[in-house]
């Protein structure tokens, strides 16, 4: 998975800080998100996956299948 949120990151041009702050989280963190020194809490993956509009299972590399679910109605 670390792989995967770093190509999404690089495939947009944007930069560790970027991310870090949409998350809102230290850029250290991020980085160790994407080294693999931690693990991605599911809150952060979640908001992973709806920022570059695919699926968990994408970025959790369970399918090459980018396209993402439909997602639930809230409310």
Do not use: C, H
Not at 16 to 34: G, I, K, R
Not at 48 to 53: A, G
Request: charged share 30%.
């Amino acid at each position: 998975m670390n792989e995967k949120i770093r190509e999404l990151r690089e495939d947009k041009g944007l930069k560790q800080w970027q991310l870090a702050e949409y998350l809102n989280v230290d850029q250290s963190t991020y980085s160790d998100y994407e080294t693999g020194e931690l693990n991605v809490p599911v809150t952060v993956l979640v908001k992973l996956s709806s920022f570059y509009n695919t699926s968990t299972d994408y970025i959790l590399d369970l399918t090459d299948n980018s396209e993402p679910y439909e997602r639930k109605k809230r409310g």
